[in-house]
């Protein structure tokens, strides 16, 4: 990190030299100390991403029990189950030694200087001499942990502060011990970035690094804004929410996430170890903090804190009485009438509001934003890994700089400097500009120009020979329309090498229900007919083509259609996959089930789950689980980097060929009993839902070739369009957004 202008970031060597080096490229095995709720997520993330890992805590009883807890979780650390079992448990006491042979040992014990230091003096004898070593410490400095250790362990080791539930925050501080080379600091943030799945921002080796020591002032600051105004947290919420391009959770419900006492214990070392900021007054608790910790109600883990939670309802702590009352719907037009605002337009609305939102904004966000502009020199080796760290571990759309540079410096430091200009970013210290990183590897795919439009297909440049393309709808929805245009346009561009992908927040949320909705009440049986035939054909086509679908977010019905039509696809690990069509009372008729019948024919058992997956309407949670669920084929990846599907995608795309369909095959004539017994046996299934997997079961079972089981799609569709219970379950999923069980 030494000598560059963006440190550790620009010009990473393809070919680093050294042990270290060396290791990490091929290295495979883990080892974390500490089984608390760090410890066991990072052992998680590594064992869902491929990593052979061991977990060690202090005894074999507090190993066990920490992790009984963190396969438990929710929103769940593993992917599927059977992950966890793969990971080792041992303890402190019997099992230190195994750290031998391990490429990376990670420690994340409690957050105290000489218990770190005792148990890194045991593991210097044991380490292997070319093994990273690293801790998870959330503020202790690097430069403290490693005093009195040998040169060749302080060489190798680094901060590494996941962040939590580090199955889901992608971000990651990575931290210096003053003594690594530039070779070994780029060897691993490689590494890191590249096997681990995270995205990295160097941090400087001070007091909290960037998110504790602003992200922890900026949650204090908020609270004592509201103390201070007499606001409710449901208000404050609503304001920090969204609207400031924030979580939903706000600043109250984050304080419960988090825990009260993470946050004092976090404030404390701050103060003591930062004496000298004119700002850390702030840490000091407030009284409604200090009024819950001494009650225990500590946040979430405890079942109470802003706010305790009753069933799908929540009471809220009030500021001022100190007592839970019943929430209080804010009413702040300021907030609601803007949320669709860019957030530069938000945020001057807000700060010139003459209403409670005005008056908080310019109490609580201006100070932040000074305090950001305060700390840069000291804790930041850029601004826009200051703000990274906010965006990424906190989940703002913006950071702090990017704010400022929003709302005008003028208007918030009195000064007309720029953080972000042509001239590159500002340095830390003022003195200079310097270049705005933007890693292409990560780029997303609305970061590509789109270059060409047909209808409602968007094309996009890719690069090396390969274009993206993508219907422009609400969340990939796939309209009549959009079919003819994939239609047309690949007709006119056979030879091209294509992602089929989605700039939304979504791949696809399946088929235009509205659509069916219409042509059902019109009784225009004829319309769907030829909608269905469309879809099919388009997938046929999209099957002989150089085309490799890029799924993430929802990979619904007639969308994973498309993709399951594709001679490849790659799926982000956290992608919600399925042919949900059973919960609007259809079956998938764009050759949903067609293929997955194609791929569930190995053995009637195989076959009689899947239709009753289907018939349940089963998506997948995850494309761990997809993939175990026959849904992705054995060319098809899952991709764990939160922001590389689309560079994985376009090197895919780039070789990708058709693939031979699989070979038809008869099922034999008791696999339509043994899908009668499996569909008795579901739970939750209405009558209407096994009258829809009857229809499922005839096309998948009774179906004779390809041909015939398209055809049989496309009737037993039409079948179930005829039915008012069908009817009524499109129109409330439609008004809803939720499935009607009739």
């Known amino acids: 990190m030494k000598g560059s202008q963006e440190p550790f970031l620009v010009g990473i060597l393809s070919s680093i030299v050294g042990s270290l080096a060396n290791r990490l490229k091929t290295g495979n095995t883990v080892c974390v100390i500490g089984a608390g709720t760090m410890g ?66 990670c420690e994340a014990i409690v957050e105290k200087l000489d218990a770190k230091r005792s148990l890194y003096e045991k593991l210097e004898a044991l380490v292997d001499e070319d093994a990273l070593l690293s801790t998870n410490t959330s503020g202790l400095e690097i430069s403290l942990l490693v005093k009195d250790r040998s040169d060749s362990f302080k060489r190798r080791f680094f901060g590494t502060h996941f962040f939590n539930p580090p199955r889901y925050l992608k971000l990651l501080e990575l931290i210096e011990s003053g003594f690594n080379s530039d070779e070994d600091s780029a060897a691993v943030l490689e590494f890191l970035e590249q096997r681990v799945a995270r995205r990295v921002v160097p941090a400087l080796d001070t007091p909290g690094f960037i998110a504790n020591r602003y992200g922890m002032w900026s949650m204090y600051q908020a609270t004592h804004i509201a103390e201070k105004l007499q606001l409710s947290p449901e208000q404050v919420d609503l304001i920090t929410g969204p609207f400031l391009g924030r979580p939903r959770s706000g600043s109250f419900r984050l304080n419960d996430i988090v825990g009260l006492d993470i946050m004092e214990d976090i404030a404390r070392n701050q103060m003591a170890r930062c004496p000298e900021d004119p700002y850390i007054g702030t840490l000091v ?34 500021l001022i009485t100190h007592a839970y009352r019943q929430r209080i719907e804010p009413n702040l037009p300021t907030v609601t009438d803007n949320l669709r605002n860019p957030l530069a337009e938000r945020l001057k609305l807000g700060l010139a509001a003459k209403d409670e939102v005005g008056e908080f904004m310019r109490l609580y966000l201006l100070p932040a934003l000074r305090y950001a502009d305060y700390l840069k020199g000291s804790i930041c080796h850029s601004i826009q890994g200051f703000d990274r760290v906010m965006q990424w571990g906190f989940g703002w759309e913006a950071g702090p700089f990017e704010m400022i540079d929003m709302i005008g410096a003028a208007n918030v430091l009195g000064t007309s400097k720029q953080y972000y ?13 310097f270049l705005i990183v933007k890693e292409p590897e990560f780029r997303s795919l609305a970061d590509y120009p789109i270059v060409a439009s047909h209808g409602l297909v968007d094309v996009r440049e890719l690069g090396e020979g390969v274009q993206s393309i ?7 929805s796939v309209p009549p329309q959009g079919v003819e245009d994939l239609h047309a346009f690949l007709d006119i561009n056979p030879e091209g090498r294509y992602v089929l992908a989605s700039s939304t927040r979504a791949f696809s949320v399946g088929f235009d229900l509205k659509f069916f909705l219409d042509a059902i009440e019109r009784e225009d049986w004829l319309a769907i007919e030829n909608a269905l035939e469309r879809l099919q054909s388009l997938g046929e086509k999209l099957a002989t083509r150089r085309v490799v679908a890029a799924l993430h977010g929802y990979a619904l019905g007639g969308g994973l259609e498309l993709a399951l039509s594709c001679p490849q696809l790659i799926a982000l690990s956290d992608a919600q996959i399925g042919l949900p069509e059973a919960k609007v009372g259809l079956i998938p008729g764009g050759r949903g089930v067609t293929m997955m019948r194609q791929r569930c024919q190995d053995g009637p058992q195989m076959m009689r789950d899947t239709i009753a997956q289907m018939t349940s309407g089963y ?47 008869q099922m034999p004539p008791f696999t339509a009993g043994m899908v009668d017994e499996k569909l008795k046996e579901t739970d939750g299934l209405t009558a209407y839902d096994v009258l829809i997997g009857e229809q499922l079961k005839h096309c998948m079972v009774k179906s004779t070739s390809y041909e015939d089981c398209v055809r049989l799609e496309r009737e037993r569709f039409l079948i179930l369009c005829q039915r008012p219970e069908t009817k009524a379950r499109i129109a409330h999923m439609l008004e809803t957004g939720k499935p009607l069980k009739n």
């Open 619 to 665: 998506v997948a949670s995850n494309a761990v689980e997809a993939r175990q669920n026959g849904f992705l084929r054995s060319q098809d990846k899952v991709i764990f980097h939160p922001d590389m599907l689309i560079t994985r995608a376009r090197e895919m795309a780039k070789v990708v060929e058709p693939v031979a369909a699989p070979e038809w095959r």
């Open 40 to 105: 066991s997520g990072i052992a998680a993330h590594l064992a869902n991403i491929g990593f052979n890992v061991t977990l060690l805590d202090l005894t074999t009883h507090s190993v066990h029990a920490c992790f009984d807890r963190a396969k438990s979780a929710k929103p769940p650390h593993f992917f599927v189950k059977g992950t966890a079992d793969k990971i080792r448990l041992g303890s402190i006491e019997e099992n230190l030694d195994w750290v031998k042979g391990a490429d990376w040992v």
């Open 470 to 476: 993508e219907l422009r709808t609400k969340m990939g």
């Open 421 to 433: 200009s042509a001239a590159g970013q500002l340095k830390p210290d003022e003195t200079d500009h």
């Open 285 to 318: 608790n407030p009284k409604s903090v200090d009024y819950l910790l001494s009650q225990g109600n500590i946040g979430d883990k405890a079942g109470k804190g802003f706010y305790d939670k009753i069933g799908r309802d929540y009471l809220t702590f009030d």
